[in-house]
């Protein structure tokens, strides 16, 4: 490194000719912290001059672009903090290097490609890179992406490569389209398509579309995968009949995203018979693809759907994990017939887990206009005695929940648990008539 010296001797010069500052004290200042950020690089106090450094770098007079000698000391010592700090220095000194914009990008990239560096300082090049958006990094980024076989380096090149965004997409074109692998590329073609796609997935432009459509039928079930959740971010009239078609893909991941992203687009519910589609995957041979389906039928919000959910609901056939989804789903569905219909559960089902669930997500309904009929239910599980009662536990549940649905009608009812034999009723009952009456709670 040069004697920073240079740049404390050198800085008044430069504040003559382009006036900079009309303050000698400001200069003062200056001179100081260059002395003090020199000393701190001396005794590798990387803390310290990492304080110095975001001191000058903030100070709202100063041009850098004026003072280019003064700019490249700078990136010196930021360098040196990046080589030699540990994890949290280095995260601290990111930001210097976004300032300091163009001169940077050289350096970062000769950390890049440097395979002998160690791999958390090629991650922190990669992801200062990325944050900068400059065009010359994408080519580096590329090859890093092929070259290494850390995920995590992987990873970090994708995700820059995504925040350069549309301009990196030419490039990626070619990583999906290459065949053969060479000496240098340790990674297979399959695990560069996958990469790609990855990436594509990060930039979320429209431009990426017809990219994207390119690979739903890759052999790769991940590349699959990973494209239709990337196209589900789209408003696009090419997109919906691929997720429909995703819908009946042989992996369930596939399948899975394809739920997911049509479960977003409920305006689309009539032109595709979403809810009748989505339905069929409630009774997929993959657990996690039957509970996406729960949660996308909720979002159609219709009675039809309430229906298909209540009827996996109470079905003897449903695990457990997907009865409370479907519980919570018809909470979510926010019509009459989604909460008669989890009252219909109630006498239905025995199972106290269920029970609990139910209870619970009336006690969340937020719909102004629903709030009476949750009200109602809870108390005419009290009024009729109904067997959940007598577990202590499921009690408690109602009490909460009716002092969260804030409905004055459940007073008389709360008044009675809180004289309830069970310590744990009678606390949850006087927590709701504090949140209801707090006159009638004392």
């Given at each position: 490194?040069?004697?920073?010296?240079?740049?404390?001797?050198?800085?008044?010069?430069?504040?003559?000719?382009?006036?900079?500052?009309?303050?000698?004290?400001?200069?003062?200042?200056?001179?100081?912290?260059?002395?003090?950020?020199?000393?701190?690089?001396?005794?590798?106090?990387?803390?310290?001059?990492?304080?110095?450094?975001?001191?000058?770098?903030?100070?709202?007079?100063?041009?850098?672009?004026?003072?280019?000698?003064?700019?490249?000391?700078?990136?010196?010592?930021?360098?040196?903090?990046?080589?030699?700090?540990?994890?949290?220095?280095?995260?601290?000194?990111?930001?210097?290097?976004?300032?300091?914009?163009?001169?940077?990008?050289?350096?970062?990239?000769?950390?890049?490609?440097?395979?002998?560096?160690?791999?958390?300082?090629?991650?922190?090049?990669?992801?200062?890179?990325?944050?900068?958006?400059?065009?010359?990094a994408i080519a580096p980024l590329v090859?890093?992406?092929?070259?290494?076989?850390?995920?995590?380096?992987?990873?970090?090149?994708?995700?820059?490569?995504?925040?350069?965004?549309?301009?990196?997409?030419?490039?990626?074109?070619?990583?999906?389209?290459?065949?053969?692998?060479?000496?240098?590329?340790?990674?297979?073609?399959?695990?560069?398509?996958?990469?790609?796609?990855?990436?594509?997935?990060?930039?979320?432009?429209?431009?990426?579309?017809?990219?994207?459509?390119?690979?739903?039928?890759?052999?790769?079930?991940?590349?699959?995968?990973?494209?239709?959740?990337?196209?589900?971010?789209?408003?696009?009239?090419?997109?919906?009949?691929?997720?429909?078609?995703?819908?009946?893909?042989?992996?369930?991941p596939v399948r899975r995203e394809a739920?997911?992203?049509?479960?977003?687009?409920?305006?689309?519910?009539?032109?595709?018979?979403?809810?009748?589609?989505?339905?069929?995957?409630?009774?997929?041979?993959?657990?996690?693809?039957?509970?996406?389906?729960?949660?996308?039928?909720?979002?159609?919000?219709?009675?039809?759907?309430?229906?298909?959910?209540?009827?996996?609901?109470?079905?003897?056939?449903?695990?457990?994990?997907?009865?409370?989804?479907?519980?919570?789903?018809?909470?979510?569905?926010?019509?009459?017939?989604?909460?008669?219909?989890?009252?219909?559960?109630?006498?239905?089902?025995?199972?106290?887990?269920?029970?609990?669930?139910?209870?619970?997500?009336?006690?969340?309904?937020?719909?102004?206009?629903?709030?009476?009929?949750?009200?109602?239910?809870?108390?005419?599980?009290?009024?009729?005695?109904?067997?959940?009662?007598?577990?202590?536990?499921?009690?408690?549940?109602?009490?909460?929940?009716?002092?969260?649905?804030?409905?004055?009608?459940?007073?008389?009812?709360?008044?009675?648990?809180?004289?309830?034999?069970?310590?744990?009723?009678?606390?949850?009952?006087?927590?709701?008539?504090?949140?209801?009456?707090?006159?009638?709670?004392?």
């Amino acid at each position: 490194m040069h004697d920073f010296r240079e740049a404390v001797l050198g800085i008044p010069c430069y504040l003559g000719v382009i006036g900079l500052f009309g303050s000698v004290q400001i200069v003062n200042n200056i001179n100081q912290l260059l002395v003090q950020a020199q000393a701190a690089y001396d005794a590798a106090d990387w803390s310290s001059l990492i304080q110095y450094l975001q001191t000058l770098i903030l100070l709202e007079d100063l041009e850098l672009s004026e003072l280019p000698k003064y700019q490249e000391h700078l990136l010196e010592l930021a360098i040196a903090v990046l080589e030699s700090g540990d994890f949290q220095q280095r995260w601290e000194i990111t930001k210097i290097f976004a300032r300091l914009d163009k001169i940077s990008v050289t350096p970062l990239i000769d950390i890049l490609e440097d395979e002998n560096t160690e791999e958390e300082l090629r991650w922190f090049a990669a992801r200062i890179l990325g944050e900068m958006k400059n065009p010359e990094a994408i080519a580096p980024l590329v090859e890093l992406l092929k070259s290494t076989e850390n995920e995590e380096l992987q990873e970090s090149a994708a995700t820059a490569l995504g925040q350069i965004g549309t301009i990196a997409i030419a490039a990626l074109t070619e990583l999906l389209t290459e065949a053969g692998t060479s000496e240098n590329n340790y990674v297979s073609v399959e695990e560069r398509r996958l990469l790609a796609v990855k990436v594509l997935s990060h930039i979320r432009q429209p431009e990426t579309i017809p990219l994207l459509l390119s690979v739903v039928q890759d052999s790769q079930v991940a590349v699959r995968a990973a494209a239709i959740e990337a196209l589900s971010s789209f408003h696009d009239p090419r997109v919906p009949p691929v997720l429909v078609n995703a819908l009946d893909d042989l992996a369930a991941p596939v399948r899975r995203e394809a739920v997911r992203g049509l479960g977003f687009r409920p305006e689309l519910s009539s032109e595709f018979d979403l809810v009748g589609k989505l339905k069929s995957r409630l009774y997929d041979f993959n657990l996690d693809v039957c509970c996406a389906a729960a949660i996308a039928l909720s979002r159609m919000g219709c009675d039809r759907a309430a229906k298909d959910l209540f009827e996996v609901l109470v079905s003897p056939h449903t695990p457990s994990q997907l009865q409370l989804e479907a519980v919570r789903a018809l909470s979510w569905v926010e019509t009459v017939s989604s909460l008669e219909f989890l009252q219909q559960a109630l006498h239905q089902l025995q199972t106290p887990g269920v029970w609990r669930e139910i209870i619970t997500v009336l006690g969340r309904i937020s719909n102004v206009t629903l709030t009476n009929k949750a009200t109602k239910i809870l108390l005419q599980m009290l009024e009729e005695n109904h067997p959940t009662i007598e577990v202590s536990s499921i009690k408690s549940a109602i009490a909460l929940s009716l002092g969260q649905l804030g409905n004055m009608q459940a007073i008389s009812k709360l008044t009675e648990l809180s004289t309830d034999k069970d310590p744990q009723v009678r606390l949850h009952a006087m927590a709701a008539l504090k949140r209801l009456a707090p006159e009638e709670a004392l």
